[in-house]
């Protein structure tokens, strides 16, 4: 693949046109004040049900987990996990679409929600128009890892070996366009860098064909893969955040090698559309003071998650933004879904 020019590079830092998405955030405005106060005084009523794309164990579910405990004591009433698994977290996503907008139903949102926007041609339904920006969660860095064989030692040895070997590296993935592909493909694109892209059912066979040899590099979860980091069994090179991760203080940021690149995941609560905003408001709230708490910080520090604090509005911002910058990967990698 050619390496990109200039101009297309500069197009994926392009924001995307927020009035969609970010209107949702905003509609709080657009009820009267007492009425507003009176219903978030008596919401949550009864349990409430949050969706999560992806079988129990796993960071999206743990994390939802963390956060369902927190709300539940906060709110007074359980906030019960729901794992509906499959379509690359699509099935989940329409669950939650379909569902009455009136605080009940409540969907994990991921950057998967992101790239599947562009990623699926046929969805029966639009996420950035159907789905609520509630709160942020947490980012989460991955982490490029290879073979302990492998020659390189640092991200700018892996970049001249893979251009003085076009086409014989193997990139693991967890399947097709999943986090660990696209950021994959973004490395791709910003490096000029000629891989084969090997796409596995889910992380865990991914990472024992690269502990066991069969591929040479993985953009793995941090939390996956830093048992086998701690124990040698897998070499980092970078992690795929801006900043360094708390989990692995000692690895470089890829960023310091390739200017700009960024493929961290994130995490956060979204809810239907229409869902009053007084509702949305009081969420937003309590996830916040939870993501305030030390003991909640020191929970997701383990899974070396930073806290994505601030508003529906801001939350929305970085969804719009996430949407459009992994489009464009999509796009000019030419990925089509399984």
């Known amino acids: 693949m050619k390496r990109a020019s200039p101009a297309i590079q500069r197009g994926m830092l392009m924001k995307f046109p927020r009035r969609r998405f970010l209107h949702l955030a905003a509609g709080a405005a657009a009820l009267p004040v007492v009425s507003r106060v009176a219903r978030a005084q008596v919401y949550p009523s009864r349990p409430v049900r949050l969706v999560v794309g992806y079988a129990a164990g796993g960071v999206n579910d743990i994390l939802a987990r963390v956060m369902g405990q927190w709300l539940s004591e906060r709110l007074g009433q359980p906030f019960l996990i729901e794992n509906k698994p499959g379509a690359g977290s699509n099935i989940a996503t329409e669950t939650v679409v379909r569902s009455p907008a009136d605080g009940y139903t409540l969907l994990l949102v991921s950057a998967a929600n992101a790239i599947n926007a562009t990623l699926y041609d046929k969805l029966n339904f639009n996420f950035s128009r159907d789905i609520a920006p509630v709160s942020g969660i947490g980012r989460v860095s991955n982490v ?43 490395f791709k694109m910003m490096t000029g860098v000629n891989m084969v892209h090997v796409p596995y059912r889910g992380g865990a066979p991914a990472l024992t064909d690269l502990i066991g040899g069969q591929v040479q590099v993985y953009f793995s979860s941090t939390a996956s893969s830093i048992e086998y980091i701690r124990a040698d069994k897998i070499r980092p090179l970078g992690v795929t955040s801006t900043q360094r991760s708390v989990a692995l203080p000692d690895v470089p940021t890829i960023a310091e090698f390739v200017p700009g690149y960024e493929a961290s995941a994130w995490y956060g609560l979204g809810t239907p559309r229409s869902t009053p905003g007084e509702i949305v408001e009081r969420l937003n709230k309590e996830v916040d003071a939870g993501l305030a708490d030390l003991k909640l910080k020191a929970r997701l520090a383990e899974f070396g998650a930073l806290p994505l604090v601030g508003s529906a509005f801001e939350f929305g911002g970085l969804v719009a933004d996430e949407t459009e910058k992994w489009g464009k990967v999509v796009k000019f990698a030419g990925i089509k879904p399984e």
């Open 144 to 186: 490029m890892v290879v073979h302990p064989s492998f020659p390189a030692k640092t991200v700018n040895e892996f970049i001249a070996y893979a251009k003085a070997n076009p086409g014989k590296i193997a990139m693991a993935s967890a399947g097709i366009g999943s986090p660990q592909h696209i950021g994959g493909e973004l």
